[in-house]
């Protein structure tokens, strides 16, 4: 399972670091994404990395989100920069495609003034 943390209530145009890392060490994986589920709406993917290499992310937040990966501490960012009322929603990371058994609690991150 992934744990999340960092989110938290911001104003818009405000920044936030997301940070997630597994409960225990997980083998095997090649890919990585962050989602958001926004209130009355689907979980969908925001960003997702290659481990081999190279990132993507939706066109709403991209330019503003850098999805990153420190390796000596398994630790996955999701850094969001500008935020915008849009953005409110919980962030989950996982596997891309996702694993059912590895959804954690996620992090509500809310754009307000």
């Known amino acids: 399972q992934f744990v999340e943390s960092g989110g938290g209530l911001v104003l818009p145009g405000g920044s936030l670091t997301l940070s997630c890392a597994p409960s225990?060490?997980?083998?095997?994986?090649?890919?990585m994404g962050w989602y958001r589920q926004a209130p009355d709406k689907r979980r969908e993917l925001v960003a997702s990395?290659?481990?081999?290499?190279?990132?993507t992310y939706v066109d709403p937040v991209k330019g503003r989100f850098t999805f990153s990966r420190d390796t000596n501490t398994d630790t996955w960012y999701l850094q969001m920069n500008n935020l915008i009322p849009e953005d409110t929603a919980v962030y989950y990371c996982?596997?891309?495609?996702?694993?059912?058994?590895?959804w954690g609690q996620g992090t509500q991150v809310t754009v307000s003034s």
């Open positions: 996982n596997t891309n495609p996702e694993t059912p058994d590895y």
């Open positions: 990395m290659i481990l081999s290499g190279g990132t």
């Open positions: 225990t060490t997980i083998y095997g994986i090649r890919n």
